[in-house]
């Protein structure tokens, strides 16, 4: 059971939610430390949510606690160029205040033939493997939302895990 860090990027009024506030990243602030204390040692954020805020947020939070969980991001691929696949995974180095990421992941929906010929010989996942080597971040993955898309990614076996949508609504 991961804590997902997605609420922590956006805001919504109709519930009084606002992570961007003192008030509201408190909040936040302390929702990271009752998973961590209830257990919980995954926490997936991606600095789309609120353009790095979620991962400011999660690193505040867990700067003296990062040995007790792993910390998934992740990284665009869409129009991106290998140097600015590693400047991202660097900005969110510093914003979650560590020096190591668990899991790496292309953050998509559904791969076209185009965007998985991008990830895979345009640069983009030699990117991630020199992180890697690095010792930067630790597992590569990618989410996806459309699994049927996400086959050649897959049969590329260079991927150390998927994130599947999986919820009773789809």
Known sequence: IALGGYPFGGVNKARDWDPFSTEGRQTAIATVHAALDAGINYIDTAPSYGNGNSESII?????????????????????????????????????????VIDVIQ???????????????????????????????????????EEPWTAQPLIASGVFDMMQVRYNLIY
């Open 106 to 144: 292309f953050h998509g929906g559904m791969y076209t033939a185009a965007e998985v010929e991008h990830i895979l010989r345009g640069g983009l996942l030699d990117a991630l493997v020199r992180l890697r080597d690095q010792g930067k971040v630790r597992f590569l993955g990618f989410t996806v």
């Open 59 to 99: 690193g505040e939070a867990t700067a003296k606690r990062r040995d007790q969980f792993a910390l998934a991001t992740k990284v665009g691929y869409r129009a991106l160029t290998a140097q600015e696949v590693t400047a991202g995974v660097e900005t969110s180095l510093r914003r979650l205040r560590t020096d």
